[in-house]
């Protein structure tokens, strides 16, 4: 198992450094009324900082940076969203939501803002997300405008930098997590790439029910449960933060259903007995870990645990578009 706090703020470190500090395989929480999804200020991102302007009446405002994710010149799968993180709690959305514009392939995108609370001991105690309706269209241009330097942010608050965001699309994987079957279907493109054979959480450690996207990839990190502690689980594909990843367990699997697997168990593709993760035979982790990218969508339809949440990994695929519209914590209109 895994405290989820500790994960969110390793997570804020760099996603990728952060990996080799994780535990795994849990689906706790933290504990922390607003837990969600947060990512390290991006190198890649043009920022702009500047003192926010003093109002003719009073002190000037409190300043509100704002960091954000994917970074310029990535490729990211079809169902990651746009982030913006701030370092104050806002109080007021609308002037955010008119002043950042979003195309994709040049054309205005028809999505929305959502606001959620974030984690104030990592410095970000508020962030949105961005998303359409539907996933992003595949092999697509996404350019995002932050033209935000001195607009309102609420009473006493305002943006004191403006960026930008360019970045791409991959094919459109949609991964499917059958419990029924104990396989892992992978379309690509609308064609089937792939089929492989899964165990998932164990009745006492259950995995989420749901749509999962790829946070993280991890080519060997350690992982600590209850009762283990393994230094080199491979080809790990984060998909929680409490700690569910696709990932190799040669383990779970007999010699004799394919190469790397050492057993005595033989449950993948048959029972579910992980800690929560999805378990792999070590050839289909591995090629599943190449050809797959972050932001790549994995649904768990029938999966035995609670629902996935908001706030327990990149969950916004969970929340219905209207209720998206809304804005969450902070409305928009």
Known sequence: ???????????????????????????????????????????????????????????????????????DGTTVGVGMPIIAHFNQKITDAAAFAKAVTVTVNGQ????????????????????AHYREQAYWPAHARI????????VSAGKGLAFDDSLTLDYSTGPANLLTADDSTHTLTVMSDGQLWGAFQISLGAP??????GVKVIMEKGADIPMRGPGYYDPHVKFTQRLTYGGEYLHSAPWNCAPSTGPGCAGPQNNIGRADTSNGCT???????????DFLEVGDVVNYPNASGPKMQMGDGYGDW??????????????TT
């Open 1 to 71: 198992m895994i405290a989820a706090r500790r994960s969110r703020l390793l997570l804020l470190t760099g996603l990728l450094a952060a990996a080799a500090a994780l535990a795994a395989c849990s689906t706790g929480s933290s504990g922390k009324p607003h837990p969600t999804v947060t990512v390290t200020k991006d190198p890649g991102s043009s920022s702009h900082s500047a003192s926010a302007p003093a109002t003719p009446s009073g002190p000037p405002p409190t300043p509100v940076h704002i960091t954000a994710f994917p970074g």
């Open 108 to 127: 205005p995108a028809n999505g929305a803002w959502y606001f959620e609370y974030s984690d104030p001991a990592a410095g970000y105690p508020m962030e």
């Open 143 to 150: 350019h995002v405008d932050f033209a935000t330097q001195g």
């Open 204 to 209: 006492n450690t259950p995995t989420l029910r």
């Open 279 to 289: 378990n792999l035979r070590p050839a289909d982790a591995q090629k599943l870990y």
């Open 318 to 331: 969970n929340v219905p578009w209207g209720e998206w519209q809304s804005g969450g914590a902070v409305a």
